[in-house]
């Protein structure tokens, strides 16, 4: 068992809320997951957000954000600078993000981080329909 | 070919950027013109892993005026992103020859007035906006590619007169 590692959710729009209460019927309630939108915000304003979420994590944690490139990861990359043990995962889907909440209390943050790596990827399947 | 898209918009590179225009598009370089990044070795390492497969560089303004014209005798499509009007301005008094500019997002901060839903102007910006104008470069607000471009003028009625 390992300290719970503290995760906060940016996406695009209402993606963040819509996923984490996506999740929420999936697993039940959720503590302890922030959510923010890029929506509106300057890259300054929008770092300065996530800055202050993370601020707060002295040990550590990660920022879940929707896809690489964008401005959720990109502002979350500059909250980065310096803190190590902060990790970004991209193109957080909601198994990856069922995945965090069944194991966040039992991985170390980087650890964690490449399992929802390996969890979101995975989740993304082709299924073939039968011919007639 | 070289430059195919000139934008303003203070998040520089991001989705709209890299999704919607880079699909549309297709450039083959990134020149990110921003004295703050460029001066910083960290933002100069996120902005230039930001967009697989294409070559981002982050300049300062000053850098980024002096190869505007050799980059524009490259083969392939580059992108020119700046932060703010001030910042295009200072750009083309340095000596690039930008024929136009997009206006794609400048977010509201305190100061500054409604234009649209993803631009907000102060008096800096629209006296930017006005120079850069009396010198005949032409200013378009949109923001992505299946959005209506707008003349700035047609849209702000106070730039006509700063």
Redesign the interface.
């Known amino acids: 068992m390992s300290a719970r590692v503290p995760a906060l959710l940016v996406m695009h729009a209402d993606l963040a809320a819509a996923l984490l209460r996506a999740a929420g019927t999936v697993y039940g309630p959720i503590e302890g997951v922030n959510v923010l939108s890029n929506e509106g915000q300057s890259r300054a304003q929008l770092e300065g957000r996530i800055a202050s979420e993370v601020g707060a994590w002295p040990a550590g944690g990660l920022v879940l954000t929707d896809f690489w490139g964008g401005s959720c990861h990109l502002c979350g990359a500059a909250a980065l600078h310096g803190r190590g043990e902060l990790v970004i995962v991209t193109g957080i889907n909601l198994p990856a993000l069922l995945d965090y909440l069944h194991n966040r209390d039992h991985y170390p943050v980087l650890e964690l981080a490449e399992r929802l790596q390996k969890k979101g990827q995975e989740s993304i399947r082709v299924q073939r329909g039968q011919p007639a | 070919m070289s430059w195919i898209l000139h934008r303003i918009d203070?998040?520089?590179?991001?989705?709209q950027v890299?999704?919607a225009w880079g699909e549309r598009l297709r450039p083959q370089r990134i020149v990110v013109a921003d004295d703050a990044s460029a001066s910083n070795a960290?933002?100069r390492e996120?902005?230039g892993s930001?967009?697989?497969g294409i070559e981002v560089s982050v300049l300062g303004l000053a850098a980024a005026a002096a190869m505007y014209e050799s980059e524009q005798a490259r083969a392939g499509g580059a992108f020119l992103l700046v932060r703010d009007l001030p910042s295009a301005h200072a750009m083309v008094v340095a000596g690039a020859p930008i024929p136009s500019l997009m206006l794609g997002?400048?977010?509201?901060?305190p100061g500054k007035e409604k234009v649209n839903e993803y631009v907000y102007l102060d008096a800096a910006d629209r006296r930017a906006a006005r120079a850069l104008l009396d010198r005949g470069v032409k200013l378009e607000v949109q923001d992505v590619p299946a959005s209506r471009p707008l003349s700035l003028e047609s849209i702000d009625a106070a730039v006509r007169t700063s």
């Open positions: 203070d998040r520089l590179i991001h989705g890299v999704i960290w933002e996120v902005l930001s967009a697989p997002g400048l977010h509201y901060a």
